[in-house]
């Protein structure tokens, strides 16, 4: 059987296009790659870039992205909403067919070996490739930022899993990991009130008493002077995307706030699409055979 796998490096740059068009031209160089979508946030000032290919060919363009990245984006001039502490922050395998998530976890250490070794940026190992229970999380992992982090690092509790014990100058660490399928998905509200966003997102997530595969935070779009809840769904079968959207709503009418939209970042799978149409829809006796795409497999 052949093996697929999906990586979905995030960087630090969603403003300059130029500057995505020159990562999305490294990743288009391996032969045997294919790009599924990019989705850049101005506000965020990040992208999220989503491809698929075999394990060798994938590993080999994740490097060659965060090679180009490295000497692109610099985080000594970068300000944006979302949390980060490298030029390319985070790179996840995701098992798509034909291959185990053990298998992932061993790309992941391979590829940041790789990146400590040729790129001298340092490394941190996460969710199912982590080295010490404390970094499952990428949150964890992340807390204090780029800026933080060269604090820090030096600690025995920071040591990076491969490189260096200091930050790049400009491209900061990065944390390669490997994880199911994960969707982030972000919901907006009808106030610029950065603290109702962030109490929302404290009721939610798993970390604050909430729902466990959830992780959130409030940020701010400048652009459109709103502020929202952004949220990972790491298990959309555990916690559905209805149970998200109307656990936030419900939140927000409580803080006398209305929900005026929410938005999906990157790929989604269809069945989590599926799940909130027959919730929404109070569709009967429903059987996911009826969709169409899933007879054609």
């Known amino acids: 059987?052949?093996?697929?796998?999906?990586?979905?490096?995030?960087?630090?740059?969603?403003r300059r296009p130029e500057v995505i068009a020159?990562?999305?031209?490294?990743?288009?160089e391996t032969v045997g790659v294919q790009i599924l979508d990019c989705s850049s946030d101005a506000s965020h000032n990040r992208s999220v870039?989503?491809?698929?290919?075999?394990?060798?060919?994938?590993?080999r363009a994740a490097f060659q992205a965060a090679a180009r990245a490295k000497d692109l984006i610099d985080l000594t001039a970068h300000r944006g909403e979302h949390?980060?502490?490298?030029?390319?922050?985070?790179i996840p395998f995701v098992p798509v067919?034909?291959?185990?998530?053990?298998?992932c976890v061993e790309l992941a250490r391979q590829l940041g070996s790789e990146i400590a070794a040729k790129l001298d940026i340092p490394v941190y190992l996460y969710e199912a490739?982590?080295?010490r229970p404390e970094r499952k999380n990428l949150a964890d992992v992340r807390r204090g930022e780029f800026e933080g982090l060269r604090e820090t690092i030096g600690l025995e509790e920071k040591m990076p899993d491969f490189g260096p014990a200091r930050v790049h100058p400009t491209a900061g660490a990065v944390a390669v990991g490997a994880?199911?399928?994960?969707?982030?998905?972000?919901?907006?509200l009808a106030t610029s009130d950065l603290g109702i966003a962030k109490k929302i997102a404290k009721?939610?997530?798993?970390?604050?008493?909430?729902?466990?595969?959830?992780?959130?935070?409030?940020?701010?779009l400048d652009d459109r002077n709103i502020a929202q809840v952004s949220i990972n769904v790491c298990n959309f079968r555990e916690v559905s995307l209805p149970r998200v959207f109307e656990t936030v709503k419900r939140e927000a009418e409580r803080c006398g706030v209305n929900v005026t939209g929410s938005e999906i970042v990157g790929l989604v799978p269809q069945e989590a699409l599926v799940d909130a149409a027959e919730y929404y829809l109070r569709l009967e006796n429903f059987n996911k055979d009826q969709v169409l795409e899933n007879r054609l497999k």
């Open 203 to 220: 009721s939610i997530r798993g970390s604050s008493g909430g729902y466990p595969s959830i992780k959130a935070l409030g940020v701010i």
């Open 1 to 14: 059987m052949k093996k697929l796998v999906e990586c979905v490096p995030n960087f630090s740059e969603g």
């Open 179 to 188: 994880r199911p399928p994960l969707i982030a998905y972000n919901v907006n």
């Open 83 to 90: 949390p980060r502490m490298g030029a390319v922050d985070v």
């Open 49 to 59: 870039i989503t491809f698929l290919g075999g394990p060798d060919e994938v590993k």
């Open 129 to 131: 490739a982590a080295t």
């Open 22 to 28: 020159e990562i999305l031209g490294a990743i288009r």
């Open 97 to 103: 067919e034909g291959i185990s998530m053990e298998e």
